[in-house]
């Protein structure tokens, strides 16, 4: 398989403070692990180009995207709060454009046959962002934008979105509550923050709640029971991921035990079925992981296994 590898070192440059957990060594863990693997000579990067604004209003309401770009410091100190733990900083329109670039660039590469698999390592991540309202430390939507590309410049049908962040990407879900185009498979702790996932009369919405303490065993079975015959049912045109890591056992912001291997066993399912209906077309976007110790193996295990 060949991967398309999207980042941009204005991702880095977006920090909410030293003890704030969503921060920029996330991105270099990740690199540094990328450079002592095997995956340094396999990967084709790309620098993420910045989002349009007419790209983000497919998912954004116009008045918010404004908001987010022309940051006003009022209060003089360098910050402002969007809401409790998401803080936008002089440095946030640039790198949050660059995340949604990535999404939107990542779906042309693979839509145009340049590569069939793209992974986005960017920040701020996306899913917990809804349409007019930063939340979750997510100000854009990156992977909605991008399926959203998807659907307006390239006519696909049916998107289906694996998201196994260990919380509810209930961005995401509200943003295609209403779309028939786009399937949303979901595993997250539960119940957990932002407390939603489990009341959507949507049939396209498959929650998997995972009560806090399940391994990946528990994971995997609720993949196989519920996700895989969704989607198999679905027979995706494409497949964006939102893969986030927080749930890995050693990530102490979530209660679940997952490890390396069952992010790798995921992937490998998930490309089954890409290979399958979609012409093995995947996009990929890193959303959480916070343990910066496991965070670069668990990307390298995912990137491992969408190479097939
Ligand atoms: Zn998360």
């Not at 291997?261 to 077309?281: C, H, M, P, S």
Request: hydrophobic fraction near 40%; include cysteine; proline fraction near 4%.
């Amino acid at each position: 398989m060949s991967v398309a590898y999207l980042y941009h070192p204005d991702c880095l440059l977006h920090e909410m403070g030293s003890e704030h957990p969503e921060k920029p060594d996330r991105l270099n863990v990740i690199e540094k692990q990328i450079k002592i693997s095997q995956l340094k000579e396999k990967i084709h990067r790309y620098e993420a180009p910045l989002a349009t604004k007419q790209q983000l209003a497919q998912v954004h309401d116009s008045q918010y995207i404004e908001k987010v770009l022309n940051f006003v410091d009022e209060s003089g100190v360098g910050f402002s709060y969007l809401d409790p733990d998401t803080m936008l900083v002089i440095n946030t329109p640039n790198a949050a454009l660059r995340a949604a670039g990535a999404a939107v660039h990542a779906t042309d590469l693979v839509l145009t046959n340049q590569h069939n698999i793209a992974f986005c390592s960017v920040r701020p991540p996306g899913h917990h962002a809804l349409s007019d309202h930063a939340m979750g430390f997510c100000f854009f939507n990156n992977l909605a934008v991008g399926v959203a590309h998807a659907i307006k410049e390239y006519g696909l049908n049916r998107i289906a979105i694996v998201d196994f962040d260990v919380h509810h990407g209930n961005g995401t879900e509200a943003i295609f509550a209403n779309e028939s185009r786009v399937m949303l498979c979901s595993t997250f702790q539960h119940p957990f923050y932002p407390y939603s996932g489990t009341d959507s009369a949507n049939e396209l919405m498959i929650s998997m709640p995972l009560s806090a303490g399940a391994s990946g065993e528990h994971f995997r079975k609720a993949i196989t029971e519920h996700c895989l015959p969704a989607l198999h049912n679905f027979k995706p045109e494409m497949i964006f991921i939102s893969a986030g890591f927080d749930a890995h056992q050693a990530d102490n912001l979530s209660h679940l035990h997952f490890l390396e291997e069952d992010y790798a066993w995921v992937t490998k399912e998930i490309l089954a079925v890409a290979n399958q209906y979609a012409k093995g077309r995947i996009v990929s976007c890193l959303e959480g992981g916070y343990a910066l110790d496991i965070l670069g193996q668990c990307v390298v295990a995912h990137l491992e296994a969408l190479m097939g």
